[in-house]
């Protein structure tokens, strides 16, 4: 039998009783007034968020789980001061079995809205179609089979652009088309390096960031950094293929070391190549489109926003004659710099 769909915590209304799957966000011991133990809880979905309440009679006291777990939850929707709130009568540690109910990472942690699978046969295509040197093919075809299952599904930043499930893998392949177009276009650049470029740049971003739902930088991310820890990655990778050419790998770890343009930004090397300088222009346009993008999709009307990690307000309208309505009053859309619809940098120039 078909498992009921799960609804998402969006939608739902007081009275309504509810069974599904969410992130953990929090989890309080706490006592009532009569000395009692129960659990303040906070669920989540990609939909939104819920506090919730395990009472002393709740079967959820005794279960296992803690912030940040995927879990089962059954409960009732209650209306406490105006605000929802969850009646938790059971909440679980989810399994491997609770698949065939519904359960999904990417319904319950912000996700890509591309199609992983068809990310990834777009990256693999031109990396398998456009590499030259049978040097560079061995490289890539190396890295992704190490590398390939957490690069699918691992966040691309902690915040500023790309700080989804799946943004990593969308970040790279978005870069690797238009690295393959750029080349088309100044044939004097070696494709071969610019392709490989895009692979690595952001490839120590697998050990300086946690995984989604924690996406948080590491010790190692904080000690080392991802520019460092992904010119190890080129050298380990390539010292693991037979006459892999010196030559070949050290411009590779110069596209990695210099690939955020300028020292303050934490390349330790500012790009000295063609192909160096066109992996940071790419680098740098597919960020910063990704950043304008996520604030256009979380204003409300069009106007200026203050976009913290470009240190500029920026401009969200629409075509001239759309559609669309106007700002209050004739007032920016959010002219605070510390306002809602900033774009929550942490002031990390790393991105």
Known sequence: MTPPPVRPIATWSPGDTVLGF?????KEVRQDKS?????????????GSIPGKAWSDSAALAAEFEPFDFVKFRGQVQSYRDQLQLKVDNCRRVVEADRAEGFDEG???PTTREDIDALWRALTATLDGQLRRPFASRLAESTLQAFGERLRVHPAAKAIHHAYRGGLLEHTTSMMGLAARLCDHYPELDRDLVLLGVLFHDLGKLEELGAMPRNDYTAVGRLVGHIVLGRDLVREQAAAID?????????LEHLVLSHQGRQEFGSPVEPMTPEAIALHAIDDLDSKLAVLRGLKERALVPGFVWARSLDRFVWLADLPGADTPEPPNGELADADPEGPLDDDGDGDPRR
Do not use: N
């Not at 006459?243 to 411009?251: H, I, S």
């Open 22 to 26: 969410a992130l953990l966000r929090k």
């Open 35 to 47: 000395g009692r133990e129960y659990l303040d809880l906070e669920l989540a979905d990609a939909s």
């Open 107 to 109: 319904h319950l942690v």
């Open 243 to 251: 006459g892999f050419p010196a030559d070949l790998r050290l411009q």
